[in-house]
């Protein structure tokens, strides 16, 4: 993601990608506070945080992110999800040789024709681009809350869909290649959730998105999501719901004001896909694109507040099917 602030130009390059769709399918403030909906453990998401991390970089197209794959794979498997691998290429951006990229979709209640998308991006940056001494930018980046933490928060919340009744189906859609790239002057961001928004464009699905949440960076141990400036611009009704169910359950860390304007997945969904999708992230995270971005500095109490938030807005969803 990169930001964009009022006031701040943009340095996110370039137009959103195109790409063709096609299914690899595998077997693969006065409201009252009332109580959430249990079930979602913030220290086990923290355990699959830490699982994660312990891969190590799961830069796109690498082992490590094969190895990310599976361990999804047969996490949504288990928990009775139906899962398929979204595959392209793309030239890798140093040695314009092919490489494989794969969204991951995990679908509950496939039946249902209205539906909502919880995504998030299961890629790391290749490099620590922010680390103040230039030797130490080509050193290996965890991606602790950069890349894992929106990836374990969608694995708990895994494990409470079978107890949810919500009035849309839900898919999980991990994107690769978020920000698969080493000079942002020439390469491009977004590749997973453009190839996906272009698809859903161009071959329809027999069902269509009423709504979005894009969750990124959601484990900063000093954890506080504003309102992003995109996903007002672009989905206003949904940003509103989910701060209103936080504040229906007594999440404080969900605060009712604008603050930064983020290029990230949201924005393919929004543009190309017309899918009203919001951002939830904290963008004032120390450790954004540094080598400190591990476990240590996230907190299993962020994941539950920001899971706990998700638990109730899909218990209790909003009407968002389109007016006839």
Sequence with gaps: MRPHQEGIVTARPGSPAAGAFGLFAVLLAAAPTVAA?????????????????????RISGTEGMAQQQQLLLDHFTELGAECAFQEFDVPHPRTGEPTRLRNLLVTWHPETT??????CHYDTRPRPDREPLP????????????????VAALMELGRQMSALA??????????DAEEFLWD????????????????????????????GVVLDMVADKD????????SLRYARPVAES??????????????????????DDHLPLNQIAKIPTIDIIDFDYPHWHTRNDIPANCSAESLEAVGRV???????????????
């Design 37 to 57: 909906p249990p079930g979602f453990d913030g220290r086990r998401a923290f355990a699959d945080l830490e699982a994660i991390c312990a891969i190590g970089p």
């Design 114 to 119: 209205e539906r909502i998308l919880l995504g």
């Design 135 to 150: 030797r130490n930018r080509d050193l290996p980046f965890i991606g602790a809350n950069d890349g894992a933490s929106g």
């Design 166 to 175: 919500p009035r849309y189906g839900v898919d999980f859609v991990f994107f």
């Design 184 to 211: 942002d002057r020439r390469d491009n961001y977004f590749l997973g959730s453009e190839h996906f928004a272009k698809n859903y464009v161009n071959s329809p699905p027999p069902h269509r998105y009423v709504a």
């Design 223 to 230: 954890l506080r999501i504003y309102y992003e400036g995109f």
């Design 242 to 263: 989910v701060w209103k169910t936080a504040e229906k359950i007594g999440v404080k860390q969900f605060v009712a004001r604008r603050r930064h304007e983020v290029r």
């Design 310 to 324: 998700m638990v109730a807005w899909l218990s209790d969803l909003p009407d968002f099917s389109p007016r006839r």
